[in-house]
């Protein structure tokens, strides 16, 4: 059935771009995906789609023309409606909420049966779009049946990136007829955590499973994001795992301790410090910069010895790099006979990063 499916849909495409030939062709789409990660058809998604090496542009908007599994815009491909429209994200991201059988006016079944999700992506009158592509999806019924108490999708997960955790309480003793269950959870072997708090409401919601129905649940999570505001948690930080348990409403039961291990990542290159300009003088600006530093390196601090005068101060920054200026200027000002200043540049956790004496260039008195 797919089969043929597939044939008439591959002819319609071929009839439709015959059609649309005078249109101006803005390259294929990147990377497609959708939050949550898996999902039933009969849920609320978002589609995302990276479009930064088509000729789009920023801000710009857009529609999705979609014509499989049905046609919900069709007769408006010169004036789309505002329920086919975009959200820009930033950084050439759109993205398109929806739930499918709402969408597409069809069932469950009749999705699933179906070529899949076609479209095109266009400006508003159909002058400039997209090549044709698909958006994937993810079925994940096998797990009803396979017998396992946990399984992510994907296995291993990201950190920026989405989460999907299914969980099978009907192994589990305690949990049957529990009004919820939630994620109590940590990176990193607990060293950033989002707890399940039973007496705090917010937490109560943040960490609730959604309910699949007969004992199954999904746990959706961004990892960045969801632990974003906890403490421990900084720019650059890096997941190697989640540690997680599943726990029954007011804790009546859980899973006992699980282990989710982060995809591999690449390992950052070594750290680089430097000072600029290396040949000063006490009437010129200091720079201190660091780039490449290591997981919880977000402050540079600094102590300069010129003669019986110290300097101190911190400049914060991230992974990527920590910059700042000393105005040796004002600082010495008036200081007569120094040639040389003692600098000494240590981390936030009180790491000596560089112990270095600096010759001052002398300057002819005007």
């Known amino acids: 059935m797919k089969r043929i499916l597939l044939y008439f849909l591959v002819t319609g495409l071929c009839l439709w771009s015959s059609v649309l030939r005078a249109q101006i062709e803005a390259g294929d789409v990147g990377k497609i995906w959708s939050y949550p990660v898996i999902y039933n058809y009969n849920e609320e998604t978002t589609w995302y789609f990276d479009l930064v090496n088509t000729s789009f542009t920023e801000n710009q908007d857009l529609y999705i023309w979609i014509w499989?599994?049905?046609?919900?815009?069709?007769?408006?491909?010169?004036?789309?409606?505002?329920?086919?429209?975009?959200?820009?994200?930033?950084?050439?991201?759109?993205s398109f909420t929806l739930i499918p059988t709402s969408y597409f006016g069809v069932s469950a079944e009749d999705i699933a049966a179906s070529a899949g999700f076609w479209f095109r992506l266009k400006d508003k009158t159909g002058a400039m779009q997209s090549g044709v592509a698909q958006v994937p999806y993810t079925p994940f019924d096998s797990f009803y049946t396979a017998n396992e108490m946990i399984r992510s999708y994907p296995e291993k997960p990201t950190l920026d990136g989405g989460l999907s955790i299914l969980f099978n309480a009907n192994l589990v003793d305690g949990f049957s007829g529990v009004p919820s269950v939630h994620f109590h959870s940590g990176m990193n072997d607990w060293e950033v955590k989002q707890e399940y708090q039973a007496w705090i409401p917010e937490v109560v919601e943040k960490t609730k499973l959604k309910d699949l129905g007969n004992g199954?649940?999904?746990?959706?999570?961004?990892?960045?994001?969801?632990?974003?505001?906890?403490?421990?948690?900084?720019?650059?930080?890096?997941?190697?795992?989640?540690?997680?348990?599943?726990?029954?409403?007011?804790?009546?039961?859980?899973?006992?301790?699980?282990?989710?291990?982060?995809?591999?990542?690449?390992?950052?290159?070594?750290?680089?410090?430097?000072?600029?300009?290396?040949?000063?003088?006490?009437?010129?600006?200091?720079?201190?910069?660091?780039?490449?530093?290591e997981r919880g390196v977000?402050?540079?601090?600094?102590?300069?010895?010129?003669?019986?005068k110290r300097i101190t101060g911190e400049f914060s920054g991230g992974t990527s790099e920590i910059k700042g200026f000393v105005d040796l200027v004002s600082e010495l000002y008036g200081i007569t006979g120094l040639t040389?200043?003692?600098v000494v540049v240590t981390d936030n956790n009180d790491r000596v990063i560089s112990d270095t004496v600096m010759p001052l260039k002398q300057l002819d008195e005007q």
């Open 298 to 308: 977000t402050v540079l601090k600094y102590q300069i010895t010129a003669g019986t």
């Open 68 to 94: 499989s599994p049905s046609e919900p815009d069709a007769g408006n491909w010169e004036n789309s409606s505002d329920f086919a429209k975009l959200t820009y994200e930033g950084n050439m991201i759109w």
């Open 340 to 342: 040389q200043i003692h």
């Open 216 to 293: 199954f649940y999904r746990m959706d999570l961004i990892p960045s994001e969801y632990y974003g505001d906890q403490e421990g948690y900084y720019d650059g930080y890096i997941m190697e795992k989640i540690n997680f348990l599943m726990v029954a409403a007011d804790w009546a039961a859980n899973s006992g301790d699980q282990v989710l291990l982060a995809a591999e990542y690449v390992q950052p290159p070594d750290p680089e410090f430097r000072f600029f300009p290396l040949n000063i003088s006490q009437k010129d600006f200091l720079g201190i910069s660091r780039i490449n530093n």
